[in-house]
């Protein structure tokens, strides 16, 4: 796993024997690959990222290492996506929910509170966003039935103990409520119909239900954003078309993109998470043995490949937890990959 790294650290210190040994470019190194495979194995748990990513949430989280104080910090709205100016929201469309990868059908303002963090989700009958930040974390999910949100993975961390469930009322429309004792603070689940033919959940750290069911009434279903990544496949196979989408914004650090999937599938039940996640500056991936269109690629295990695209890192799952494409196919695909737009700026994508 590891023997790539071990020759960049043999090789650093040869070229260094006799003299002072900079640390740098070998911490860079093992950060980078420490966080990849931290990011793969979140992105394979989720379904290969998939899940809009695979991955695309799952949710599927990729969340990135720590800031540092210095770090600059962009607004709030730095982590919503682009208006989708042409789409109806929820309550006008509620068939077209988890229907369209490309379109969330909702506004999530009241999570953005604190939030350094959003992975945003659509795709397979379900829609979300997650928040992350210092004071904790809140998911949003809006589906067209039941059984799409009892079949989310839990992402919020609790003690497994959860109480019997209770009436309660978002806004004005009836609901049920019930949570789960976390330490200090008591993870809160909130479901309610918005609309005929909706369901949503909010799960959030609250010290009371009210709070809870207050913050769920101001999620706002008049109005729809675009699930957008920084690049676009152009080579599908046939038969393939894009599942789900998932990207993950930022808003500190001097990036407000972390990382981006689509998932290709066919009515077959196969299925591929491409996956593009921001290079460090100064990075640079060993050249690869494989040929991906215009790009050379490389085996990370028996059933991922990688190469680099720059700015981005970019990876394909062909297994995860369904059924996956031919390497040949995966080589296919990664072959199509377009970059596009201006990293800082989503509505460019």
Known sequence: MFSDLDQRLTATLRHRAGGDVDPTPIVAQARQRGRR???????????????????????????????????????????????????????????????????????????????????????????????????????????????????????????GRPQPRSEARVGDRPGVAWYDPSGDRQLWFVRWQPADGLWAQVDMYATTQDEATATAARVRFDGAHRCVVPFRLESLPPGGRLLECSVTLGRSGDSRFVDGSLVVGDDAGRWLTVRAQHAPDGYEAGRGDLVAGPYRARRQGSDVLEMVVKPCFVEAFRKGRGSGYTEAEGLAILGGYRPGGDLDRPATW
């Open 37 to 159: 495979l931290r990011l793969r194995r979140r992105g394979l748990i989720a379904g290969g990222v998939a899940a809009v990513c695979v991955a695309v949430t799952s949710v599927v989280l990729a969340v990135p290492i720590g800031r540092s104080a210095d770090d600059p910090i962009m607004p709030a709205a730095a982590l919503m996506l682009p208006e989708a100016s042409a789409q109806s929201g929820a309550i006008a469309r509620p068939e077209e929910v988890g229907a369209d990868p490309a379109t969330v059908h909702f506004s999530p303002d009241a999570l953005l509170d604190g939030a350094e963090y959003a992975t945003w989700h659509a795709g397979r009958g379900v829609e979300s966003v997650e928040f992350r930040g210092p004071r904790g974390q809140a998911r949003f999910a809006l589906a067209r039935s039941v059984a799409a949100l009892d079949g989310l993975q839990q992402t919020l961390s609790s003690a």
